[in-house]
């Protein structure tokens, strides 16, 4: 018998379920989890090739960078009490996933970079240094603006790690609580800027201007220093000393091209010009200290920024393509009904 609303000739709303492939595919970050799951299997090929071990760090292998490896975590926890706090549990898990997989690649990440001048001895900083050297007023005037800001500001020597914390705290708060899609793509293009810059590490291997001639930081300098000892225990120690202190220095490889500071800081300064254009009031001005001070602390050649900002185009643009091309049923509807 058919009920009044039918006699009425009302039509009922329909009602509609997301398949379950749909929903499968929103807990499961699968792109982040294939590349975590491609790069740990390359870095794990490369370390038996070549009878390298794989390290996990120390307790205090960043203490040497005045940071310890709480800090991290702790801007992750940010997002995730975020996350519990706007009761959008789907996501939690989507953290934890991606918590996982950044962590995997970052491991494999610091090892290659560990391990760059040993799988392939060949040093590019000669060439590199004589680029410099054909485009120095390039250089003196990142070593110019350097002394002008910390004549002006103070001292500033901390701010080049702390510029680029900065950012990266900011994205993950900001663009998980507006937009989580957007948030996403962040996360994966900073993932893949990692993997392949790790693999860039072992074409044209460098250790840095530094080698050469100090940087205006003194901060960075001791750390440089640091590093270098490291490096220079490295090479006749052999895989005895990789078994031995890779773990208490598994984040002191040294490795200039490209400059993955300038890369990574170029993903979180690229999604706010396009999805939180009000950020790119504070954005804009740290990335450009960043790209400077990068030259100023003799960390990196002119040639690593360039190959770094190349190196975020090309992530952006294969992550923009796998979402578009993979995944076009995760749109905004889709993360607000979670």
């Known amino acids: 018998m058919a009920s009044s609303a039918e006699a009425a000739g009302a039509i009922p709303a329909p009602t509609t379920v997301a398949p379950a492939r749909i929903a499968l595919r929103?807990?499961?970050?699968?792109p982040e989890i294939f590349l975590a799951l491609a790069f740990v299997a390359i870095g794990l090929s490369i370390g038996r090739i070549f009878g390298l071990p794989i390290s996990l760090p120390a307790s205090s292998s960043l203490a040497f960078t005045g940071m310890g490896n709480l800090?991290?975590?702790?801007?992750?926890?940010?997002?995730?009490?975020?996350?519990?706090?706007?009761?959008?549990?789907?996501?939690?898990?989507?953290?934890?996933?991606?918590?996982?997989?950044?962590?995997?690649?970052?491991?494999?990440?610091?090892?290659?970079?560990?391990?760059?001048h040993v799988i392939n001895p060949a040093v590019w900083d000669y060439r590199f240094w004589q680029i410099d050297e054909t485009l120095r007023p390039a250089i003196d005037g990142s070593l110019a603006i350097h002394r002008m800001l910390a004549l002006v500001i103070g001292p500033i020597d901390w701010l080049y790690l702390f510029?680029?914390?900065?950012?990266?705290?900011?994205?993950?708060?900001?663009h998980?609580?507006?937009?989580?899609?957007?948030?996403?793509?962040?996360?994966?293009?900073?993932?893949?800027?990692?993997?392949?810059?790790?693999?860039?590490?072992?074409?044209?291997?460098?250790?840095?201007?530094?080698?050469?001639?100090?940087?205006?930081?003194?901060?960075?300098?001791?750390r440089q220093l640091f590093m270098l000892g490291a490096h220079n225990a490295s090479l006749p120690g052999g895989i005895p000393w990789f078994a031995?202190?890779?773990?208490?220095?598994?984040a002191t490889g040294l490795g200039a091209m490209p400059s993955l500071h300038?890369?990574?800081?170029?993903?979180?300064?690229?999604?706010?010009?396009?999805?939180?254009?009000?950020?790119?009031?504070?954005?804009?001005?740290?990335?450009?200290?960043?790209?400077?001070?990068?030259?100023?602390?003799?960390?990196?050649?002119?040639?690593?920024?360039?190959?770094?900002?190349?190196?975020?185009a090309l992530a952006i643009?294969?992550?923009?393509?796998?979402?578009r091309r993979w995944l076009p049923h995760l749109n905004e509807g889709v993360y607000r009904a979670r």
């Open 244 to 250: 031995k202190e890779g773990p208490q220095f598994l």
């Open 262 to 312: 300038v890369a990574s800081s170029a993903v979180f300064a690229y999604y706010a010009w396009r999805h939180e254009r009000h950020l790119s009031w504070l954005y804009l001005p740290l990335f450009a200290f960043i790209m400077i001070e990068a030259i100023a602390t003799r960390w990196h050649y002119l040639v690593d920024i360039v190959a770094g900002l190349g190196l975020t």
């Open 163 to 174: 510029a680029f914390l900065a950012m990266f705290g900011c994205s993950i708060i900001v």
């Open 26 to 30: 929103f807990h499961l970050p699968l």
């Open 317 to 323: 643009f294969l992550v923009e393509y796998t979402f």
């Open 71 to 116: 800090v991290p975590a702790l801007v992750v926890a940010a997002g995730l009490l975020i996350t519990f706090l706007t009761q959008r549990a789907a996501r939690a898990l989507y953290f934890a996933t991606v918590l996982v997989s950044y962590g995997a690649i970052l491991i494999i990440h610091f090892n290659i970079k560990l391990w760059a």
């Open 176 to 222: 998980s609580s507006r937009s989580f899609l957007v948030f996403r793509k962040a996360v994966l293009t900073a993932m893949l800027v990692h993997v392949l810059g790790g693999l860039s590490y072992l074409a044209m291997p460098a250790l840095g201007p530094f080698i050469y001639e100090h940087g205006a930081n003194a901060l960075e300098s001791h």
